[in-house]
T-cell receptor, first 112, second 112 residues
Framework: DAGITQSPRHKVTETGTPVTLRCHQT?????MYWYRQDPGHGLRLIHY???????DKGEVSDGYSVSRSKTEDFLLTLESATSSQTSVYFC???????????FGPGTRLTVT | AQSVTQPDIHITVSEGASLELRCNYS??????LFWYVQSPGQGLQLLLK??????LVQGIKGFEAEFKRSQSSFNLRKPSVHWSDAAEYFC??????????FGTGTQLKVEL
């Protein structure tokens, strides 16, 4: 495992409030990813980072932003949470594109 | 565009029976292929991967998978299932870059 932690592990928030999820890794992996998992959809990529301050969009990036100011931390922000963003969010890291991705334990977010 | 199809949403097998989980992919060249397992409330754990070479790959926990280019398939197998194998299984691919595309998952139930 790549020493990945996610915080918080569970969160309930109200529609319209901002939410930030944190992913922290201890393995100095260059690449970091945010996915959301929903029944019937598997995991879908939200955003990813290929280095400090280098990020790009995934397939479901609308309503989300990310930041990476340090190698070890990758933040996912929901600027104004909506009920459609209720999901389980997973962070993943990767040493190099030719290697596998390692996943964190997930954050369950409920937007009421 | 790349895609992964796992045609079986749910599979039930008896403990000790053999298992095969299907995965079909669409990609214009030879992809990197992965199988991940997710236990309830947990993150994803890599079972095995195929990058190149021998088309039969061995993984952890007694699992294996066979890459068949002619059938665009990467099916996961285990000769004798244990009750602890009950989980959700995801097939995924990347084209050698860093964007994983996941299937929608197969939920495995093991009957004692």
């Amino acid at each position: 495992d790549a020493g990945i932690t996610q915080s918080p592990r569970h969160k309930v928030t109200e529609t319209g409030t901002p939410v930030t999820l944190r992913c922290h890794q201890t393995e100095n992996h260059r690449y970091m990813y945010w996915y959301r998992q929903d029944p019937g959809h598997g995991l879908r990529l939200i955003h990813y980072s290929y280095g400090v301050k280098d990020t790009d969009k995934g397939e479901v990036s609308d309503g989300y932003s990310v930041s990476r100011s340090k190698t070890e931390d990758f933040l996912l922000t929901l600027e104004s949470a909506t009920s459609s963003q209720t999901s389980v969010y997973f962070c993943a890291t990767q040493w190099d594109p030719s290697y596998e991705q390692y996943f964190g334990p997930g954050t369950r977010l409920t937007v009421t | 565009a790349q895609s992964v199809t796992q045609p079986d949403i749910h599979i039930t097998v008896s403990e000790g029976a053999s298992l095969e989980l299907r995965c079909n992919y669409s990609y214009g060249a030879t992809p990197y292929l992965f199988w991940y397992v997710q236990s309830p409330g947990q993150g994803l754990q890599l079972l095995l991967k195929y990058f190149s070479g021998d088309t039969l790959v061995q993984g952890i926990k007694g699992f294996e998978a066979e890459f068949k280019r002619s059938q665009s398939s990467f099916n996961l197998r285990k000769p004798s299932v244990h009750w602890s194998d009950a989980a959700e299984y995801f097939c995924a691919l990347t084209g050698g870059g860093n964007k994983l595309t996941f299937g929608t998952g197969t939920q495995l139930k093991v009957e004692l």
